[in-house]
């Protein structure tokens, strides 16, 4: 680089920029991109360390008022990419909205919301406010009144509050499209070129997208004015520290690899992306019937359900997600272990989507793919575009499996003699000798008994799956502690205390029932689901925690199912007694 003149290069670069160019992986301190003492103290206190490379890239140029026109993969720091800027933006004394920021879902509005809110701490008279469908207008006018500046929103629910006169853009200075491509596969488009048409002249649009298609290029050369591009080439915040397998499995064997899978490398929580609706359907079945707690999230299920499911496997009250591409784009989960490709993806775009989400925000990450065949080649075609390397594994024989099991029983009864934490059955066991039993005989006799529940696995079978999903239920008790104990959040093997267990359930919109029939019954969680699912008629979104005490049973139900499963299972047998089914209050 020798005589080149500096001033050169950096025209250079900028002319580059201007052409949607931007050095990859250019991370900035957020101290360089001239950020007010406020914002800089929240950032800190988020804990991020420096700016991505698209919010180094997107700050500076929005700060400087500029219509942005922003491109990067999920998980590269969009939100705060857009939302610093608009912050800064804020007069304080102006109690109107000055900010509106359009996003396709109300998790998401929530989630950009609660990002506004934290990086806003330290300014003083910032209000946000999330409004979106299905929530009471009552409370978003409350806000709006008392004078919300960032006001975060679905294009519906905006359009109804516009058409109210509850909104008003007329401080509008900013208005942002985050995920505007899938707005408009939403069907958005009308409702978000009519917001675009009543904000004021003057104000500076920004929009994100993952992707630019025809209707986008449209949105932008209708309502932007001389847009800047920042584009980030497939450069994430996360993408290097995803590590990357695929299995060779014929479509048969997939549930049964995928158990394996799991079982031997331990996965606790897990995103499982199908093809299609009725996959995610039967897999979650599949998945429950052997003992996993699964939900699945996808274009039918309700926005109800689909928060109650998100808010369970985001408490970890669910392990894995079973989810379609379009569900599943743009939720913000924080440590997913590992992304399961059930299915292959479409293509290069949702595969990146979709394994964008393990390893957010630098943590490392897994994505493990299945192929059958000759998808390999579309497989290698998609690993190409996201510069990253896939390596080859083998499924775990059962030998393994059981290996593992084994293992695991034997770390468990290592754990619990050194702890000494059990009750001594001294008499028991003296009797058992007294009859010329030896202690080896009495031991295994004991881990017989046990059998699975000794350990975290359920039993794999080795036998080839059968489709379609069978009605899950009662031929299958012996697998289920893994649900019992994640749904009570604790370890019942380690002899700690269960912890107390409310009659009121802790979900919004859930009731709590109580089942007269419990652990000494051997009620498994399954038979439960079994049974409510079989006998009412409910979907499996409405069935929540599940308590298994001594002699009865606590099940979370959505409040509009509850008497749909109490006069469904009034008075049936269940495990060879009558069953009651009740509200703890309403007895
Ligand atoms: P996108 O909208 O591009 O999919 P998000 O804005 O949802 O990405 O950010 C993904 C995650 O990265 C979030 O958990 C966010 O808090 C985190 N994050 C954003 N910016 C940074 C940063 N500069 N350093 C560390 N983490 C960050
Ligand atoms: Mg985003």
């Excluded at 003149?5 to 025209?11: F, G, M, R, S, Y």
């Excluded at 409370?139 to 709006?144: D, F, K, P, S």
């Excluded at 995803?242 to 499995?249: R, S």
């Excluded at 595969?351 to 990450?365: D, E, L």
């Amino acid at each position: 680089m020798e005589n080149v003149n500096p001033c050169q290069v950096a025209i250079f670069i900028a002319a580059l920029s201007r052409h949607g160019y931007v050095p990859t992986m250019q991370k900035k301190p957020f101290a360089e991109l001239g950020l007010s003492p406020d914002i800089l103290k929240a950032i800190e206190k988020m804990g991020f360390e420096e700016a991505s490379p698209i919010q180094s890239a997107a700050i500076p140029v929005l700060l400087t008022g500029a219509d942005v026109v922003g491109q990067s993969q999920t998980g590269s720091g969009k939100t705060a990419a857009f939302a610093i800027p608009a912050i800064e933006k804020i007069d304080a004394s102006l109690r109107a909205p000055q900010v509106l920021i359009l996003c396709p879902t109300r998790e998401l509005a929530v989630q950009v919301a609660e990002e506004v809110a934290k990086l806003a701490t330290f300014k003083r008279g910032v209000r946000e406010l999330p409004i979106y469908g299905g929530a009471s207008y009552d409370r978003q006018i409350r806000g709006l009144k008392d004078g919300a500046q960032i006001i975060i929103g679905t294009p519906g629910r905006v359009i109804d509050h516009l058409d109210r006169g509850t909104l008003r853009l007329d401080s509008l200075k900013m208005i942002i499209l985050d995920e505007a491509d899938r707005m408009l596969d939403m069907g958005f488009r009308d409702d978000i070129e009519s917001v675009l048409e009543q904000a004021p002249l003057g104000r500076q649009t920004v929009l994100f997208s993952a992707t630019m298609p025809r209707g986008i290029q449209d949105l932008i050369r209708k309502h932007t004015r001389n847009p800047e591009n920042v584009r980030i080439e497939s450069q994430t915040l996360t993408m290097p520290a995803i590590d990357q397998v695929y299995y060779e499995v014929d479509r048969r064997s997939k549930l049964e690899a995928l158990s394996r899978i799991i079982d031997v490398q331990n996965v606790k929580c897990a995103i499982i992306f199908c093809a299609t609706k009725m996959m995610c359907d039967q897999l979650t079945e599949h998945l429950i019937a052997r003992g996993y707690v699964a939900d699945k999230l996808h274009g039918d299920v309700t926005q109800a359900m689909r928060e109650r499911v998100m808010k369970r496997f985001r408490d970890r009250k669910v392990e894995f997600l079973v989810a379609t591409d379009v569900a599943a784009r743009g939720l913000d989960v924080e440590d997913i272990e590992v992304v399961f490709n059930y299915d292959l993806p479409h293509d290069g775009e949702d595969y990146v989507h979709r394994i964008g989400r393990t390893g957010r925000a630098g943590r490392s990450g897994r994505a493990i793919t299945f192929v059958a065949g000759r998808e390999i080649r579309k497989l290698e075609n998609m690993i190409h575009l996201t510069k990253g390397r896939i390596r080859r594994e083998k499924v775990p024989s059962v030998e393994e499996v059981e290996e593992k099991r084994t293992n695991q029983t034997f770390e468990l009864l290592r754990e619990t003699l050194e702890s000494g934490e059990f009750i001594k059955r001294d008499s028991l066991i003296d009797r058992l000798l007294d009859q010329g039993y030896s202690a080896t005989d009495i031991a295994s006799a004991l881990l017989h008994l046990l059998g699975s529940d000794a350990t975290r696995s359920p039993v794999v079978e080795p036998e080839p799956i059968r489709e379609p999903a069978p009605r899950r239920d009662s031929e299958r008790p012996a697998r289920f502690e893994r649900g019992e104990r994640s749904e009570r959040g604790e370890d019942p093997r380690r002899g700690r205390p269960a912890r107390d267990i409310s009659d009121v359930s802790d979900e919004a919109g859930m009731t709590r029932l109580v089942f007269t029939a419990g652990r000494l019954s051997e009620v498994r969680p399954a038979d439960i689901v079994g049974t409510v699912l079989g006998l009412s008629g409910i979907p499996r979104e409405a069935i929540g925690a599940i308590h298994i005490e001594p002699k009865h049973t606590l099940v979370d139900i959505a409040d509009e199912h509850v008497s749909a499963v109490t006069k469904a299972l009034a008075g049936i047998r269940f495990k060879g007694r009558k069953l009651a089914v009740f509200v703890p209050d309403a007895k």
